[in-house]
C-alpha cells in the first residue's frame, strides 16, 4: 500500500493537519480504516488515537482510493454525535420497560365475540352488451 500525499494543510486554531491523500492498493482491496489509522500514524510520526479518518472513497475500475484524514497534536475531541446516540438508547430501552408494564397491566383476555359469515348472493349477468332504447 502507497500512500501519497495531495493535500496537507496545518491548522494550528485546532491543533491538526488536514490531509487529502491518494492511497493505491495494489492488487488488494480498498484498505480498511484501522490499517490507513496505522499507516498515516506511522508516516508522521504520531500515535493511532490522535488520527481521524473522514472518508475512504475508492475510485472506480482502479486499485487507488481518495482519503480525508485528520492528525492531531492532542486526543481528537469526541463527537457530540455519540451523545445523541446514547440518549436516544436510553429512551428506547424505557418505552421498552413501559410496554411491558402496560402489557401487564392488560385486563385477561375476554371471549371474542362470534363473528357470522355473510352470505353471498350469486350474481346476475346481463346479455349483451347493447342497451335497448
Avoid: C
Avoid at 454525535?81 to 424505557?94: A, C, D, I, P, T
Avoid at 402489557?103 to 346479455?127: A, I, S
Amino acid at each position: 500500500m502507497k500512500i501519497d500525499v495531495l493535500e496537507k494543510r496545518e491548522n494550528p486554531f485546532l491543533k491538526r493537519t488536514d490531509l487529502l491523500l491518494a492511497v493505491d492498493h495494489d492488487k488488494q482491496p480498498t484498505p480498511k480504516k484501522e490499517e490507513l489509522v496505522k499507516a498515516i500514524a506511522d508516516m508522521f510520526k504520531s500515535v493511532p488515537e490522535k488520527v481521524e479518518i473522514n472518508y475512504i472513497f475508492s475510485e472506480v475500475g482502479i486499485t487507488k482510493a481518495r482519503v480525508k484524514a485528520k492528525v492531531w497534536e492532542e486526543k481528537p475531541p469526541e463527537k457530540k454525535k455519540k451523545v445523541k446516540e446514547e440518549k436516544l438508547k436510553e429512551e428506547k430501552v424505557e418505552r421498552k420497560e413501559e410496554k411491558v408494564e402496560k402489557e401487564k397491566e392488560v385486563k385477561p383476555e375476554e371471549k371474542p365475540k362470534e363473528v357470522k359469515p355473510v352470505e353471498q348472493k350469486p350474481v346476475e349477468k346481463k346479455e349483451g352488451g347493447k342497451s335497448e332504447a
